[in-house]
């Protein structure tokens, strides 16, 4: 479930980013690493409230609930649009085979 906070995906100049970030959110939250989880929700929370977009990992970095990894895992989704851990996560075997699994009804 998430929380809707009155802003719109296409409403923030990071959505991209925040699409990226909650893919591998949505990984952590399958593999149950509940730390990470927390810290990518945090990371997401507050980019959606950013008025501006976030390029580089310094001005990530000064955001509240970041820290230095994460500010430049935002930054290579800015330069590059996409995620090199969440293409390696996505190519996991048993991350597909849960996948699979998930979208077994009953």
Same mark, same amino acid.
């Given at each position: 479930m998430k929380k809707h906070d009155g802003l719109n995906k296409e409403d923030s100049p990071n959505s991209r980013t925040i699409e990226v970030l909650q893919k591998?959110?949505?990984y952590y939250e399958r593999t149950q690493d509940h730390w990470r989880l927390t810290a990518y929700r945090k990371a997401i929370g507050a980019l959606r409230k950013q008025s501006n977009k976030i390029t580089t990992k310094e001005e990530a970095y000064a955001m509240p609930s970041i820290g230095e990894r994460l500010a430049e895992k935002i930054e290579e989704i800015v330069w590059t649009n !996409?995620? !090199?851990?969440l293409d390696n996560a996505e190519l996991e075997p048993n991350d597909e085979v849960l996948q699979m699994f998930l979208k077994i009804y009953g």
């Open positions: 591998m959110a949505d !996409r995620l !090199r851990r």
